[in-house]
């Protein structure tokens, strides 16, 4: 009886060790094969002191004297900063938040070459804006983002590079000016604008009276030319009547002449124009042909009475 107790705990006993030594084996693997993933790297130090860089692969690590001090992402990260007041060269304190884009380089500077880098690009980031708003007046704060971020971008990369870190862009975010100072700007937005609503109405005004009078124009132009057309074509209507008129009258008076009418044609033709000429209102006198005649005689013998040379 005895015998068998003392058997199953010695059976006992090495199960027990054995699953210590598994356990103790399985420790060993794990912390001396590693696998490194896509875009990190590990910081490997060997009794204290760096000894290699892990990228991406299988590692061997020797046990309990290889340790991985640090874990390194190389990709791009973004960091966005609070607001940080900082004080214009016109002596205007606002507020600017800025984002950083950045990646890690080179692991070994990264983690042995600063401090917390994070918040070292973070205060160095402060330092830089502050001194870069401080050259610049308020206008010229607000309207030049793309030099803020360029000088930014460089000063940046030149301080963290013995950090290992690469800064690709720096954006400057918002920028909160004082509330007195947005009143100011939202006012004189307003007028602006109003301005040029009442520019473009006088110039819509204008172009508008410009149009009408040349509209004007245009009508008058049209209607004198029309006008003068017209009078053109009644002068040629009635130039042209004239012209067949008298064609028919000097017809008709060489109808006549081609007859050779006598004496007799010659008085009857004259007293119908005498009739004609009697059907009038006024008042007519009529001298007979015969008295015309002798009106001639009377004027003649009058002439040679006054000639003594004639008269012989």
Request: aromatic fraction near 6%; hydrophobic fraction near 45%.
């Amino acid at each position: 009886m005895f015998e068998l107790l003392d058997q199953l705990m010695s059976n006992a006993t090495l199960y027990i060790w054995v699953i210590i030594l598994v356990i103790l084996a399985i420790i060993i693997v794990a912390r001396t094969i590693r696998i490194v993933p896509q875009s990190q790297s590990y910081v490997v130090e060997r009794i204290g002191a760096y000894n290699r860089t892990c990228n991406v692969g299988l590692h061997i690590l020797i046990p309990f004297l290889d340790k991985i001090s640090n874990k390194v992402s190389l990709k791009e990260q973004v960091m966005d900063f609070a607001p940080q007041p900082v004080i214009t060269k016109d002596n205007v304190t606002m507020q600017i938040d800025t984002v950083v884009y950045f990646q890690i380089t080179d692991p070994k500077l990264f983690t042995y070459g600063v401090v917390r880098p994070l918040n070292a690009i973070e205060n160095l980031t402060a330092t830089t804006l502050r001194n870069i708003i401080g050259d610049l007046e308020l206008d010229e704060t607000l309207t030049s983002r793309d030099i803020i971020n360029s000088k930014m971008r460089s000063i940046l990369d030149d301080a963290t590079d013995p950090w290992g870190i690469k800064i690709h862009r720096v954006e400057v975010k918002n920028i909160i000016p004082p509330r007195d100072i947005q009143d100011a700007m939202e006012k004189q937005m307003r007028a602006e604008r109003e301005r040029r609503e009442a520019i473009l109405q006088a110039e819509g005004k204008k172009t508008a009276a410009i149009l009408t009078a040349e509209g004007k124009k245009e009508s008058m132009i049209l209607e004198a030319n029309a006008e003068k057309e017209a009078q053109i074509a009644r002068a040629t209507g009635e130039a042209e009547a004239l012209r067949l008129v008298y064609e028919a009258q000097a017809k008709g008076i060489e109808y006549i002449n081609t007859a050779n009418p006598n004496t007799s044609y010659i008085t009857l033709e004259g007293f119908k124009a005498l009739e004609n000429l009697a059907k009038g209102d006024a008042t007519k006198i009529i001298i007979p042909s015969e008295l015309q005649g002798l009106a001639g005689s009377v004027t003649s013998i009058a002439e040679i009475l006054k000639d003594p040379k004639k008269s012989k």
